[in-house]
């Protein structure tokens, strides 16, 4: 079983959908929770950064993470063609620790 | 946010040949770290170069296949030594914000061996 699962998709919305994108772990250790942004041929892009569980909100993007279902979410409000990427979720324990990946899942807000 | 920038962008290299990639960051950072990501897979770790040490390698990738370099605080290499056609791949360098604990990408090298 992998530390951290994600469904590579691709999910496709039309344009002004709401998106959820979920991962899950197993690690109880991790504290850290991370969603990148990657468009095609660039390096990931870092979008929202949380620490333990609970909500943070920037504009259309809302993370949350549910530690005690090791589950977390990003939610996009009012999907727009120009956020259709991979979205990677990441994580880490304490301390400096390594980030591990989920595989990405890919995008499409078709206009 | 960090800046990162790499060179090259991209390359197509002979089987057996070697090629540096060259990761330049606008702060001074504590560490930098070198990334593999496949066709169609997420990110790999390869190694966490320290400046003023020797980098640290994950399991499975050894010094002599990427030999790594860190001069100082704001840049980093990585050489694919002895290439052949499975490293083909994006490589990228990234670095750790010790502010914010937050971790940045660079743009990444597409490595074609042919």
């Known amino acids: 079983q992998k530390e951290v699962e994600q469904d590579p998709g691709p999910l496709s919305v039309p344009e002004g959908a709401i998106v959820s994108l979920n991962c899950t772990y197993s690690?109880?250790?991790?504290?850290?929770f991370m969603w990148y942004r990657q468009y095609s041929r660039k390096g990931p892009e870092l979008l929202m950064y949380t620490y333990s569980s609970g909500n943070k909100e920037d504009g259309r993007f809302t993370a949350q993470v549910d530690k005690s279902s090791k589950y977390i979410s990003l939610f996009i409000r009012d999907s727009q063609p120009s956020d259709s990427a991979t979205y990677l979720c990441a994580m880490r324990g304490t301390g400096f620790q390594k980030l591990v990946f989920g595989t990405g899942t890919r995008l499409l807000v078709s206009p | 946010s960090a800046v990162i920038s790499q060179k090259p962008s991209r390359d197509i290299c002979q089987r057996g040949t070697s090629l540096t990639i060259q990761c330049q960051v606008d702060s001074q950072v504590t560490m930098m770290f070198w990334y593999r990501q496949q066709p169609g897979q997420s990110l790999t770790l390869i190694a966490t170069?320290?400046?003023?040490?020797?980098?640290?390698?994950e399991s499975g990738f050894v010094i002599d296949k990427f030999p790594i370099s860190r001069p100082n605080l704001t840049f980093s290499t990585l050489t694919v030594s002895n290439m052949s056609p499975e490293d083909s791949s994006i490589y990228l360098c990234s670095v750790h914000d010790r502010a914010s604990y937050e971790q940045y990408f660079g743009p990444g090298t597409r490595l074609t061996v042919t």
């Open positions: 170069a320290n400046q003023g040490s020797e980098a640290t390698y």
């Open positions: 690690n109880s250790a991790f504290q850290y």
